[in-house]
């Protein structure tokens, strides 16, 4: 088990322009604002979405892809470093009109209608994610 802790830096809370790439957006904001280590949630709506499946036979994504309105419905995520620059990792839970839900891993090509962010920039030694050959995924290191 990997176990680290870190303190609140602060708090920042914002929202993205509509049209803009959730993912990017996200990735732009961290850089932008230095967090090296964070958790964030996300409320809002989007245009559409691009949502992976890991499939861990194949060790690789599906992709879902939903080309209608969505609600946000719940996203959560981290920030934390790859190659020494910030790394974004997030899930979302989107609904449709009759309030069907889907969800997964976030993906470049889900584009913003409205997104509010509260993203917590934490302190301490920031954790690095490397790729794990046995689930082919960048994780952070089990300690050992
Ligand atoms: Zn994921």
């Given at each position: 088990?990997l176990i680290r802790?870190?303190r609140?830096?602060?708090?920042?809370?914002?929202?993205?322009?509509?049209?803009?790439?959730?993912?990017?957006?996200?990735?732009?904001?961290?850089?932008?604002?230095?967090v090296?280590v964070?958790?964030?949630?996300?409320?809002?709506?989007?245009?559409q979405?691009?949502?992976?499946?890991?499939?861990?036979?194949?060790?690789?994504?599906r992709?879902?892809?939903?080309?209608?309105?969505?609600?946000?419905?719940?996203?959560v995520?981290?920030?934390?470093?790859?190659?020494?620059?910030p790394?974004?990792?997030?899930?979302?839970?989107?609904?449709?009109?009759?309030?069907?839900?889907?969800?997964g891993?976030?993906?470049?090509?889900t584009?913003?209608?409205a997104c509010?962010f509260?993203?917590?920039?934490l302190?301490?030694?920031?954790?690095e994610?490397?790729?794990?050959?046995?689930?082919?995924l960048?994780?952070?290191?089990?300690?050992?």
């Open positions: 088990m802790e870190f609140p830096r602060r708090w920042i809370l914002g929202r993205l322009e509509a049209g803009r790439d959730l993912l990017q957006g996200l990735l732009d904001l961290a850089e932008e604002q230095e090296r964070g958790a964030f949630t996300l409320l809002g709506a989007l245009t979405a691009r949502l992976g499946f890991y499939d861990q036979k194949k060790k690789s994504y992709t879902l892809e939903l080309d209608r309105h969505l609600e946000i419905s719940c996203g995520g981290n920030v934390s470093l790859r190659d020494g620059r790394a974004v990792h997030c899930h979302l839970v989107v609904s449709g009109e009759d309030g069907e839900c889907w969800g891993h976030l993906l470049e090509g584009v913003v209608f509010e509260a993203l917590a920039d302190e301490g030694e920031p954790l994610r490397r790729l794990d050959p046995d689930q082919g960048a994780l952070w290191p089990l300690p050992g």
